[in-house]
């Protein structure tokens, strides 16, 4: 079993920042891919950051030059540093990982965290 958690949600102004951690835990063997998605009220998930399997990153339109993702490979964490925060950032932000387990070495799940709630308003 592998568990996903985030921290460093909050209420912030419009142009504002805040740093997005999320740790992951359990049986890992391999981690192939680990980023960031939101959900706001009445929308689609969407992708906000990732690293991809080969170690780039992608992110979305809407947030290119303001966010920017990082990596703790030695803690299994990965950051999300949120910069001029705008109101239409609103939105539950899930920490997500493709991982390996001991359990299964050669087979990748994808594993979710639970969501840290991003308020941008005045």
């Known amino acids: 079993q592998v568990q996903l958690v985030e921290s460093g949600g909050g209420l912030v102004q419009p142009g504002g920042s805040l740093r997005l951690s999320c740790a992951a835990s359990g049986s890992i063997f391999k981690i192939y891919t680990m980023g960031w998605y939101r959900q706001a009220p009445g929308k689609q998930r969407e992708l906000v950051a990732a690293f991809t399997r080969g170690g780039t990153t992608n992110y979305a339109d809407s947030v290119k030059g303001r966010f920017t993702i990082s990596r703790d490979n030695a803690k299994n964490t990965v950051y999300l540093q949120m910069n001029s925060l705008k109101p239409e950032d609103t939105a539950v932000y899930y920490c997500?990982?493709?991982?390996?387990?001991?359990?299964?070495?050669?087979?990748?799940?994808?594993?979710w965290g639970q969501g840290t709630q991003v308020t941008v308003s005045s």
């Open positions: 997500n990982a493709g991982v390996s387990t001991w359990g299964s070495l050669s087979y990748e799940n994808n594993y």
